[in-house]
């Protein structure tokens, strides 16, 4: 039997929203509306606080992100959470600078691997697209499984955050554990706004991927000079891989070797090659688990030794 992987409830029934506008007389402007930046992923339903349809017609379930600025400025600098859950940060917020201008960052986990980004705009639409793997451990148990939450993030026009209860997705581990297996959630969000007659669509996508990996035990790396004759080999364990990785000068690629360990206890060796390309830094990608099953990605700066 292989793992399986299904949706077990759509908590959000319409991921899509669609822009229902109120002109502003004197601007010739919409009001702006909440917009989608990205996902909040848990292994529990989140608890989100409790309004009336009189205080809020549209959302009546909200779980409020906390900002703390740690004394700066600098939005990078920013701590960003959702005050009595846990889960996996995974989003695109927008920030007004001192002087007025607009800018995207990037709040994301190490539980995220495989990241990629984009942006798309011309005068009639902006679109922010964010995508990710969260792996998993799969355990070969029969009772063992995983549950996922993809709670959609939005931002208001005040730069507060909220998180909407998401779709559930059922993520079994048990009979013949198979590395590799994936499923993917995906949500969508947009909104319209009109500024001196032109409409501007803006649309964020998300997709989320949770794909098993087989345990790491031991990661290895091993330089490697131009004839290919290794010249030093370090072993780490998974969570000991160190940040910051000094190559010797004469080193022409770093050989990382990955030993993984499946749930029948076998053994399985995985190469990747990390070029020296005359640059001054390089990175090298390792993961290490988590005590709930998911698995931590970790970079390693390279930093290649000068002839």
């Known amino acids: 039997m292989r793992n399986l992987f299904r949706i077990f409830s759509l908590l959000l029934p319409a991921m899509l929203l669609s822009a229902c506008s109120l002109a502003v007389p004197d601007g ?25 349809d009189e205080d809020l017609p549209d959302f009546q379930n909200r779980l409020y992100a906390s900002i703390v600025k740690n004394g700066s400025e600098d939005s990078s600098d920013w701590s960003i959470s959702f005050p009595g859950s846990e889960g996996i940060r995974f989003f695109a917020p927008f920030w007004t600078a001192p002087d007025g201008h607009s800018y995207r960052d990037n709040v994301v986990d190490a539980k995220i691997g495989e990241r990629d980004f984009s942006v798309s705009e011309s005068d009639e639409e902006e679109t922010i697209g964010l995508s990710g793997t969260i792996y998993v451990l799969p355990y070969g148990k029969p009772e063992k499984e995983f549950h996922f939450y993809v709670n959609p993030v939005y931002q208001t026009p005040d730069e507060e955050f909220y998180a909407l209860p998401g779709s559930g997705y059922l993520l079994q581990t048990g009979g013949e554990a198979v590395e590799g297996e994936q499923v993917s959630a995906t949500l969508s969000g947009e909104i319209s706004q009109t500024v001196d007659g032109k409409t501007k669509v803006k649309r964020t996508n998300v997709t989320v991927r949770f794909q098993t990996m087989y345990r790491p035990v031991k990661i290895a790396l091993c330089q490697m000079d131009a004839e290919h004759q290794m010249l030093k080999k370090q072993a780490y364990k998974p969570e000991e891989v160190p940040d910051t990785f000094h190559a010797q000068a004469e080193t022409a690629y770093i050989l990382v070797e990955t030993e993984k360990e499946s749930p029948a206890g076998e053994k399985e060796v995985f190469r990747e090659i990390c070029e020296n390309t005359q ?29």
């Open 28 to 52: 010739g402007e919409d009001k702006e509306e909440d917009r989608m930046i990205g996902a909040y992923i848990t292994q529990e339903v989140i608890d989100v606080e409790q309004f009336s």
């Open 279 to 307: 640059e001054s830094e390089g990175v090298l990608e390792s993961f290490c688990a988590a005590k709930d099953g998911t698995l931590i990605k970790r970079d390693t700066k390279v930093v290649w030794g000068m002839k």
